[in-house]
Structures are given as structure tokens and as C-alpha cells.
């Protein structure tokens, strides 16, 4: 199956600064990947996902690149801002066919816009 | 408006004691999935459903049952709650399987004592 592995669990920034989390992934097979945002007492929400047929895709002030060969792809969030502040989980989605599809979530990284 | 409902959102139990955490989506999903969070453990899935009738087990399914008889309807059944199983529940649904936005529900806090 898949094993996707998320870096830092926490991180503390500066508001106005640059955030980048970054998450691997193990089978080379997967083809999606998204971006949840989960803010304190709320189920997760998506912002940003991508396929793996590009390498890069932004939404505003929020951007995910892809480097498949390495396996790895990154959550970068410029100019942030206290509304920032969350739990953000990357996850891939390995389809296995015959019915049996799968997302795949990283442990979690908190992210602290320090004002 | 589009959502994804859970009930009860808190629960506290015994162990031992049946219980059934209600999911309901109106966005005439296919895709249905449960997740229990825990701390440092990330969101793991325990079952999902591909559409009505068609269940399967995700990463972490012992103790647990769910069910599929109507398509907007995702119930997670505990037959015998442990402590162990002291979490916090997610459902989820999207269009098609996961390779489309989940869209999450507001999560049950589950108290097994």
C-alpha cells in the first residue's frame, strides 16, 4: 500500500513570511494529490490538489509543486496571514482498480502564524 | 447547501455498549469513506463505500461495521466500543472515489470509558 510521510509536524512563522510543508510518497503509482486545511473543531477542507500529469499548480497566495521522480510534492503558502493558522494534511490517492481506491494522509503538520 | 452531517458530534459511552454514529451527505455522492483521527496518527481510514450496497475495508477496520442502503446515508456502527477506539470521527464523501475532493463532515468526538 501506500506510506505517505509529512514534514515538520509543527511550524512556526512570522505573519507576512513564507510557509513550505513538504510530503513523500512511496508508490510511484499514485496519480492525485491533495491539500487539506483543518481549522479547530472542523473536519478537513480541501485547497489545492494536483494531478500528477503537471508539476506545478497555484491558487493565489497558495501553491503545491510535484517532482515525481523524487516522489515528493510540497505545500508552499506566501504572505501568510493569521487566518493561516491551521492543521494542514497532504495525502495521495493510489488507485488499485477492481474497486478498491484509496486516499492516503500524511500525519498532520500545525502551522503557527506568529503575528 | 452542500454538506456532509454527522451525529451525534460528541458522544461519551461505556464499553461495551452499541452504538451507531449517524452520516448523511446531500450532494448525491457515490463515494463514501470513515477516517478516525488521532494525535500524531493522522487521519486513517476504517471503511468506505463505493455506492449503495458496495462496502470495503480501509486501513483500520477492526471493530467496527458500516453500512450502505441508501446512497445519501453512511452509518458507523461500534458493536462492542473499547477504549481503544476513543477518537475523533470523520466522514467523508466525494463524487467519485478519491480521486476527486473529499468533502468532510464536522467530525463525532467519541469518550469510550
Partial sequence: GENVEQHPSTLSVQEGDSAVIKCTYSDSASNYFPWYKQELGKGPQLIIDIRSNVGEKKDQRIAVTLN???????????????EDSAVYFCAAHLSMG???????????THLIIQP | E???????????????????VTCSQNMNHEYMSWYRQDPGLGLRQIYYSMNVEVTDKGDVPEGYKVSRK???NFPLILESPSPNQT??????????????TQYFGPGTRLLVL
Avoid: M, W
Avoid at chain 1, 515525481?68 to 493569521?82: C, G, N, R, V
Avoid at chain 1, 477492481?98 to 498532520?108: E, I, N, S, V, W
Avoid at chain 2, 477518537?87 to 476527486?100: N, R, T
Fill in chain 1, 98 to 108: 477492481g474497486g478498491a481506491d484509496g486516499l492516503t494522509f500524511g500525519k498532520g
Fill in chain 2, 87 to 100: 477518537s475523533l470521527y470523520f466522514c467523508a464523501s466525494s463524487l467519485s472515489p478519491p480521486g476527486e
Fill in chain 2, 2 to 20: 452542500a454538506q456532509v452531517t454527522q451525529n451525534p458530534r460528541y458522544l461519551i459511552t461505556v464499553t461495551g455498549k452499541k452504538l451507531t
Fill in chain 2, 70 to 72: 441508501e446512497k445519501r
Fill in chain 1, 68 to 82: 515525481k521522480t523524487a516522489k515528493h510534492f510540497s505545500l508552499h503558502i506566501t504572505e501568510t496571514q493569521p
